[in-house]
Structures are given as C-alpha cells and as structure tokens.
C-alpha cells in the first residue's frame, strides 16, 4: 500500500481522470442523440447500458496490452500509405461518426415539420441504437485507453481513473441529455462537435495527428458563445413574462390575423388579410379585452342616463319616456341613487295614471348592482340572470355611477351601436386620423388603431379624456396636443372644463 503514499501517484490519477471525462464527452454526447430517438421509458437504460459498456471495454482493452502494443505496428499497404490495426479502427470509426453527424445534420437542418401523435410515434429499435452506441465506444475506448497507457504505468491507476470517470459521465448523463434535447441549437452545436472528432479520427487514421487542444478549444469557444445565447434568451423569456398576459396573448393573435402593428408576423400581411376581414380581427380584438376591462369601461355613465321619477307627475313621466328611444328605464324617487325598479317602457306608459298597477309594476323587477371595478368577463353571468334587463353599476359608497347591457358588452366586442339621439363617439376621417369624444372609451381607440399599450397596467383613466389629462397632468385647453405610443392627440373642443373633441393621428412607422 506503499505506493498510495506516493504523490506522484495521485497527480497521475486526477489528471487521468480530467482526461477520461474530457476524451469522454464526445461519446456522452452521442449517447445523448442516440438516446433520444428510443421511447422515453427506455432512454436512461440505453444510456446505463451504452456507458457501461464503454466502461467494460475499456477495462477489457487496459488487460490486453500486450494486444494494444501490437496495433501500432504497420499492417497493410495501400497506394504507398501504410495503415496499422489502430489506424484502421479510427478509420473507420471516424467514417462511420462523419456518417451519423452528417445525416443527423441534415434531419435537423431540413426543419420538415413532425406532427407527433402518441399512438402513431415510431421509436427506433433498441437493439439498434445501442449497437450504434457499442461500435462508437470502441473507437472512443481505444483512443481512451491508449491514452491512459500513454500517460500512467501502473494498471490499477488506470483502472480507477476510468471508473471514476465513468461514475461522473454517468450522473451527469441524464441533466446533459435532457439540456441537449431541450435547445435544438445545442443539439447542432454538438453534432458540429461530433463531426470536428470525425474529422479529426479519420486524419488520425491517415497518420496526421491533430492535437486534441486544437478540437477542445474551438469547441469551447462556440459553446461559451452558446452560453451568452442562452442567457439573453433567458433573459428575453424573463422580462416578456412581465408583460401583462392579455397583452401577450393579444399580440400574438393580431400578429397572426395580419394587424397592422405586427413586427414579427407569422404570416405575410396581405396573405393574412386575405384569410381574416377587418371586422374580424376587431372582434377577436374586442374579446380579448374583456378580461381586462371593468365594466366602468363600457357603461352608460350617470350624466347620459334617461331615468324616471316617481315623485313626478303622471304627465311629466310620459313626457320624458316618450321624448327618448330607450325601451328600458330605472324607476326612482327623488334621486337616480334611490332606484325603484327597471320597467320597460310600454308597460309603464300603461299604468302610470293607475296608482295600484303602478304600484304592482315596481315590485316585478328588483334593480340589480354589480361593482365598478368588476371585470366585464365577471359582469357577464349577472347580465345573462337579469333576463335582458339592465344593470346598475355603483361605487364603494353605492351611489350609482352608470348603467350597463347586454349591448354594452356586444359593442365593446364589434364597435357602437349608437342610438337615434347619440352620436358616434369615433368617426375615422382618413386611414390615419380620428375624430374622437373625450369620453371615448380608451379599449375601444386600441381597437380601432391596432394598438396594445396605450392603456397601462395601472391606469387610472378608462376615456380618452382621462388619457390626456393623465399625460399632461391636468393642464388643457383648446390646441393642448400630446404624443404618446406614435399617436398625436389635439384637444379641439371644450365642454367648460371638459374635454369634448380631439383629433387623433397615427404616425406611419
């Protein structure tokens, strides 16, 4: 046991053992293709049983050196070349490695698309691959062991050090064969590798030595340069995670309908225009909005709400019924905060001079509130349970602020359906100006534009009122213009303090 003592011993065995685990990359890399194409309960037994019998072949090689010594020695004689049995096996172990990077290459490179159906998977033989695997770990053995017997004399240090390397390729199979199939560029990147080693085998063969440094080193090179690759598309999938996703999901859905927005379409414009009309990419549009929206977004605010008042006379509730086209109308007394009923209104044109029916008919439909805050997609059950009726849309404090349809919800999803007294809230001049309220809902405008961010995530305003005034902090007056996300705003007509009139252009990027 002496010779444990020996320093030298022990430098010997390290540095063989950073030798075998680099000689053995290359065929843990080859493994890990191989592997891949086996079903994947019978991945990590190939890879056991690949790696395992490099392990016994090379033990099997350290105890036939006699046998080794022999291989160096001239064997044939071809067109004035003289080939010995070593150079012959890494001849052909590096023909049959160019061979396999080479179609492997071209698989991978031809992008021919596989639709993978798990009943109809074809899975290569095992039998087969590891036969592929046995054939390459004896050209990767014999350039192994001889290295060792090169490096070591005394046996057993070689045996240690191949075990011990073999031990460390085997842990790390599994991560380094599932890294390499989850980025196809490494993939590439390693089939380059494997095809540099056939290069290099088959030169050796010829008898022109390539030092391996020379190999490792510019393979080192691409996968530090891989690395960065990684790291910023990581980096890339970080910072769009922080992206709200209604407008991930968004923008890639307009990207594919052919919005005019798209960067990085998945189809041509024009072919995609052709596939999806205008007002379809608005609705879809339109719906991907409404998880995103509260229902203070698309409601008939307190201000424009036609109502009726109990403590009205007779005469004075037919007049206002009639001096407006609505079919629905909260019953109130005194104040629209005190809401009675919602009574369409024929049924209240026909009672309203009999108390007793007048009195009969509040009582038949109860008003139903939902929040401000509350998300359209959330209103939508509680407009389907009030039967087409309308909802009241409170604050915190309950005093009704606006008033929403099932309407409502239809135009936040194809655009307005104004009525007989209303005007458009936004009338397009030319392909890249606007006429807008100030009280134009701000989803709609993103619609109409093609646009995903002029609403932000904690955004205070749901009008475009509330937009610029958000943006100039107050200050407006008839010619205040602002610029924001490639759009001109110009306030050009006042209500009082109330913004009543911009013109809206779009900038041509």
Same mark, same amino acid.
């Given at each position: 046991m002496e010779f444990l003592?020996?320093?030298?011993?022990?430098?010997?065995?390290?540095?063989? +053992? &950073?030798?075998?685990? *680099?000689?053995?990359?290359?065929?843990?890399?080859?493994?890990?293709?191989?592997? !891949?194409?086996?079903?994947?309960?019978?991945?990590?037994?190939?890879?056991?049983?690949?790696?395992?019998?490099?392990?016994?072949?090379?033990?099997?090689?350290?105890?036939? &050196?006699?046998?080794?010594? %022999?291989?160096?020695?001239?064997? $044939? #004689?071809?067109?004035?070349l003289i080939f010995s049995g070593r150079d012959l096996i890494l001849l052909f172990g590096g023909l049959f490695l160019l061979y396999k990077a080479v179609t492997e290459l071209h698989e991978?490179?031809?992008?021919?698309?596989? +639709?993978?159906?798990?009943?109809? $998977? *074809?899975?290569?033989?095992?039998?087969? =691959?590891?036969?592929?695997?046995?054939?390459? @770990?004896? *050209?990767?053995?014999?350039?192994?062991?001889?290295?060792?017997?090169?490096?070591?004399?005394?046996?057993?240090?070689?045996?240690?050090?191949?075990?011990?390397?073999?031990? =460390?390729?085997?842990?790390?199979?599994?991560? /380094? %064969?599932?890294?390499?199939?989850?980025?196809p560029t490494v993939v590439i990147l390693c089939l380059s590798f494997l095809l540099m080693i056939g290069i290099s085998l088959i030169a050796e063969g010829f008898g022109f030595h390539i030092p391996k440094g020379y190999i490792y080193s510019g393979i080192g090179v691409a996968i530090l340069i891989e690395a960065f690759n990684q790291f910023t598309k990581r980096n890339v999938a970080k910072h769009e995670s922080k992206t709200p996703l209604r407008h991930r999901t968004a923008d890639s859905i307009l990207r594919l309908m052919g919005s005019k927005i798209q960067t990085e379409g998945v189809m041509e414009h024009s072919e995609a225009k052709e596939t999806f009309a205008d007002e379809e990419?608005?609705?879809?549009?339109?719906?991907?909005? /409404?998880?995103?929206?509260?229902?203070?977004?698309?409601? %008939?605010?307190?201000?424009?709400?036609?109502?009726?008042?109990?403590?009205?006379?007779?005469?004075?509730?037919?007049?206002?019924? /009639?001096?407006?086209?609505?079919?629905?109308?909260p019953?109130?007394?005194?104040?629209? @905060?005190?809401?009675?009923? &919602?009574?369409?209104?024929?049924?209240?044109?026909? =009672?309203?001079?009999?108390?007793?029916?007048?009195?009969?008919?509040?009582?038949?439909?109860?008003?139903?509130?939902?929040?401000?805050?509350?998300?359209?997609?959330?209103?939508?059950? %509680?407009?389907r349970?009030?039967?087409?009726?309308?909802?009241?849309?409170?604050? #915190?404090?309950?005093?009704?602020?606006?008033? &929403?349809?099932?309407? !409502?919800?239809?135009?936040?999803?194809?655009?307005?359906?104004? !009525?007989?007294?209303?005007?458009?809230?936004?009338?397009?001049? !030319?392909?890249?100006t606007w006429k807008a309220s100030g009280m134009l809902d701000v989803y709609q405008l993103e619609l109409e534009l093609e646009m995903l961010d002029l609403v932000e995530d904690d955004a205070g305003y749901i009008s475009l009122a509330g937009l610029i005034l958000d943006k100039t902090q107050g200050e407006v007056q008839v010619g205040t213009q602002l610029d924001y996300q490639n759009v001109h705003f110009e306030v050009t007509e006042l209500d009082g303090n109330r913004i009543k009139t911009v013109l809206i252009k779009r900038y041509l990027i």
């Amino acid at each position: 046991m002496e010779f444990l003592l020996d320093p030298g011993i022990w430098v010997g065995l390290i540095t063989l +053992i &950073i030798l075998e685990i *680099v000689l053995g990359i290359d065929n843990l890399v080859f493994i890990a293709i191989l592997a !891949d194409k086996l079903p994947p309960e019978q991945r990590d037994k190939a890879r056991v049983v690949g790696l395992s019998l490099a392990l016994i072949m090379r033990l099997g090689l350290l105890f036939a &050196i006699s046998w080794l010594v %022999t291989l160096t020695r001239p064997l $044939i #004689e071809i067109f004035g070349l003289i080939f010995s049995g070593r150079d012959l096996i890494l001849l052909f172990g590096g023909l049959f490695l160019l061979y396999k990077a080479v179609t492997e290459l071209h698989e991978k490179i031809e992008g021919k698309p596989e +639709i993978k159906v798990a009943s109809n $998977i *074809v899975y290569a033989s095992f039998a087969a =691959v590891v036969a592929q695997i046995v054939v390459l @770990d004896a *050209v990767f053995s014999l350039d192994s062991v001889i290295t060792a017997i090169g490096m070591v004399d005394n046996i057993y240090v070689m045996m240690v050090a191949m075990v011990v390397a073999m031990v =460390v390729m085997l842990l790390a199979s599994k991560s /380094l %064969t599932a890294f390499v199939n989850r980025h196809p560029t490494v993939v590439i990147l390693c089939l380059s590798f494997l095809l540099m080693i056939g290069i290099s085998l088959i030169a050796e063969g010829f008898g022109f030595h390539i030092p391996k440094g020379y190999i490792y080193s510019g393979i080192g090179v691409a996968i530090l340069i891989e690395a960065f690759n990684q790291f910023t598309k990581r980096n890339v999938a970080k910072h769009e995670s922080k992206t709200p996703l209604r407008h991930r999901t968004a923008d890639s859905i307009l990207r594919l309908m052919g919005s005019k927005i798209q960067t990085e379409g998945v189809m041509e414009h024009s072919e995609a225009k052709e596939t999806f009309a205008d007002e379809e990419r608005y609705m879809i549009g339109g719906v991907l909005t /409404l998880a995103e929206r509260s229902v203070a977004s698309i409601m %008939t605010p307190r201000n424009q709400i036609s109502w009726v008042d109990l403590d009205d006379t007779p005469e004075q509730i037919r007049e206002k019924i /009639l001096s407006v086209p609505h079919s629905l109308f909260p019953v109130c007394r005194g104040s629209l @905060d005190k809401v009675i009923s &919602i009574v369409r209104a024929k049924e209240l044109l026909d =009672v309203v001079d009999e108390p007793e029916e007048l009195k009969a008919l509040m009582k038949q439909q109860r008003p139903i509130y939902i929040f401000e805050k509350m998300k359209v997609i959330d209103a939508i059950n %509680t407009l389907r349970s009030s039967k087409g009726s309308l909802v009241l849309v409170s604050d #915190e404090f309950g005093n009704v602020q606006g008033l &929403i349809s099932p309407l !409502d919800v239809f135009e936040a999803i194809a655009g307005e359906f104004p !009525d007989a007294d209303e005007q458009l809230d936004l009338v397009k001049i !030319d392909d890249n100006t606007w006429k807008a309220s100030g009280m134009l809902d701000v989803y709609q405008l993103e619609l109409e534009l093609e646009m995903l961010d002029l609403v932000e995530d904690d955004a205070g305003y749901i009008s475009l009122a509330g937009l610029i005034l958000d943006k100039t902090q107050g200050e407006v007056q008839v010619g205040t213009q602002l610029d924001y996300q490639n759009v001109h705003f110009e306030v050009t007509e006042l209500d009082g303090n109330r913004i009543k009139t911009v013109l809206i252009k779009r900038y041509l990027i």
